[in-house]
């Protein structure tokens, strides 16, 4: 098929996909577009490389940026800021509800004071804070469950079919070449192989839930589209992952998958407090087999990857050699310039992270950032652990996000721009899906039929608001307002 037909093809798909989507949640708010843009280009690549622009990773490039993109992103960042104004988001509510986390990007902030370069700290910081802003979009809409939903399910019928088509008609976009070996690596939409193999673990995760969401409905007409629309992403997404090759979001979305049908099973549901224990548990036991009785080896090995983890021991032992400042780092995302960059591109040419998100964390904030972080996951798991109740569905999808979280930042730094923290955000900062009730509990109108749910959100109220059904058995939605 000629590559001209393909895209066409591609282009019908996508337009297809997302004005007769069967899953299309109405109601939800038009302004999810901005932050769908944000996480695609941060998922994929920046303007600057989508209009033919190089990858550049030198020093001097890592420290000024590009305009077309700064541009791009301030102007995301005010749109999204003027819906929150217009909400008339509740702050004040928000900080108090995440007090670990404002703590975390506040010492990110004030880190910028004793930085070798503090105004591309605070310039990083200032971009960075668009991610919250965007998560903030999403969770503030007046149906923050279908809108989360509606996000990522677009995110990915942008992001796979549009991989996939890169890879098999304009391979001059969707593969690279090793520059030591001159093998072939698989981007597809991202810069790299391991971001193809990020879209492809969301992508999974996202489907396999929203399946088994659907799934007891599944003899309804409607549900049996979305449900056939789920297996054919499905199915790209498990191709992509293989050409991609990436052993960590391989590993990962396995991981994932193990969460979330655990989370959906009879059992879990259960012994929902034996799965709260299980999965910390689990990586604790990890993190003991791996640095305790340093097996890492072996566990590469099992995955199919060399004993260094594709030479990422001997980066983690590079970074550490630079001796920073154990306590408070070297400043915001300020490592990977000037003279430690030179330092580190003795050992391993051509890299801008540790491929370790804890070890990131360390060099740039120091055990200080490193603690508050480990605060803040702890928090976002009793957030999470609280939610995990048989009525519950987003909170089976946000647990399998955050095990993930956990073991990808071992090999990989996702603790800062990257789409596994939005990702992430976007599961742990969910607004709380309300309390069911039960119809005799409530007064009714008189006019309801028969065929009237027998559950309904708590903030139903007779005559002011439109009743929100919330089925047994099938998918749930969040109708009230949380945090204006």
Not at 119 to 148: C, H, Q, T
């Amino acid at each position: 098929m000629p590559p001209i037909i393909a895209l066409i093809l591609w282009l019908i798909l996508l337009l297809a996909l997302l004005r007769f989507d069967p899953a299309r949640e109405p109601g939800t708010s038009p302004a999810l577009w901005i932050p769908l843009i944000w996480i695609f280009i941060v998922g994929t690549r920046l303007p600057s490389q989508w209009l033919g622009g190089a990858i550049e990773i030198g020093s001097g490039s890592l420290e000024e940026g590009n305009p077309l993109d700064r541009a791009v992103f301030s102007v995301l960042m005010v749109l999204a800021v003027g819906i929150l104004m217009a909400r008339r988001f509740n702050w004040m509510k928000f900080f108090s509800s995440n007090l670990a986390l404002c703590a975390f990007l506040f010492f990110g902030l004030v880190s910028f004071i004793w930085s070798d370069f503090p105004l591309v700290a605070l310039k990083r910081w200032l971009r960075d804070l668009g991610n919250y802003f965007m998560i903030l979009v999403v969770l503030s809409d007046p149906l923050p469950f279908e809108a989360v939903r509606t996000l990522l399910r677009r995110l990915c019928y942008l992001v796979i079919p549009l991989s996939v088509l890169l890879i098999k008609y304009f391979p001059q976009l969707g593969k690279q070449y090793d520059m030591w070996t001159g093998a072939n690596m698989f981007s597809g939409a991202t810069t790299g192989k391991n971001l193809l193999g990020v879209a492809c673990l969301v992508a999974g995760l996202f489907f396999l839930w929203d399946t088994m969401i659907w799934w007891p409905e599944r003899k309804n007409q409607r549900t049996k589209r979305i449900i056939w629309v789920n297996f054919a992403l499905i199915i790209m997404t498990l191709w992509l992952l293989h050409l991609a090759s990436s052993a960590t979001s391989t590993v990962c979305l396995g991981i994932g998958c193990l969460a979330i049908v655990a989370a959906r099973s009879t059992f879990g549901k259960r012994h929902s407090t034996f799965l709260k224990v299980l999965l910390p548990a689990s990586f604790c036991l990890y993190l003991v087999l791996f640095y305790g009785f340093d097996m890492s080896g072996q566990m590469a090995g099992a995955v199919g990857r060399d004993p260094t983890f594709t030479d990422r021991t001997v980066i983690w032992k590079a970074v550490l050699s630079a001796h920073t400042n154990p306590l408070v780092g070297t400043g915001y995302e300020s490592f990977w310039l000037g003279p430690r960059l030179d330092y580190v591109w003795r050992f391993v040419i051509g890299i801008n992270e540790a491929h370790n998100g804890y070890l990131e964390v360390y060099i740039n904030l120091g055990l200080i950032g490193l603690a508050l972080l480990v605060v803040f996951l702890f928090t976002s798991y009793r957030s999470i652990s609280d939610r995990l109740k048989p009525s519950s569905s987003l909170s089976s999808l946000s647990l399998a996000i955050w095990i993930v979280m956990l073991f990808y930042n071992m090999t990989e730094a996702a603790f800062k721009v990257h789409p596994m923290w939005l990702v992430f955000l976007l599961m742990t900062l969910a607004v709380p899906e309300p309390a069911e009730v039960r119809l005799e509990d409530m007064s009714v109108p008189e006019n309801a039929g028969a065929s009237t749910p027998r559950y309904f959100s708590r903030n139903y109220r007779p005559g002011k608001a439109k009743i929100n059904a919330v089925p047994r058995g099938g998918p749930q939605s969040l109708h009230e307002k949380k945090g204006r």
